[in-house]
């Protein structure tokens, strides 16, 4: 059982930046797929950014050349830099793990087996 905790949200005015961080816990091996998805009200979630546990990345289109995902193996800690953010970045934001590959359904929620609990993001105009 992996434990997501996640933390960094807030608000911000359009332009600005915010870092979220997840910790995990309760780990006995280290999720193979590490990811950040977001849900806006009303709006399905969807993934936003992936990490392999080598350091591979990708990311949705809206956000690529502002968002910017890592990890910290040693530490269980995955991040999202969030840079020139814009209002309709405004939504809960989850964190998520995968103890394996998952193919071409890497962006979909049902791909992950854990989640956190969610944190949330505002962007004024």
């Known amino acids: 059982q992996v434990q997501l905790v996640e933390s960094g949200g807030g608000s911000v005015q359009a332009g600005g930046s915010l870092r979220l961080s997840c910790a995990a816990s309760?780990?006995?091996?280290?999720?193979?797929?590490m990811a950040w998805f977001r849900q806006a009200p009303g709006k399905e979630r969807e993934g936003v950014a992936v990490?392999?546990?080598?350091?591979?990345?990708l990311y949705t289109d809206s956000v690529k050349g502002r968002f910017t995902i890592s990890r910290d193996n040693a530490k269980n800690t995955l991040y999202l830099q969030m840079d020139s953010l814009k209002p309709e970045d405004t939504a809960m934001y989850y964190c998520?793990?995968?103890?394996?590959?998952?193919?071409?359904?890497?962006?979909?929620?049902?791909?992950?087996?854990?989640w956190g609990q969610g944190t949330q993001v505002a962007v004024s105009s």
């Open positions: 990490i392999t546990l080598t350091g591979t990345t």
């Open positions: 309760d780990i006995t091996a280290r999720p193979y797929l």
């Open positions: 998520a793990a995968a103890m394996g590959w998952v193919g071409s359904s890497i962006f979909s929620p049902r791909s992950f087996n854990y």
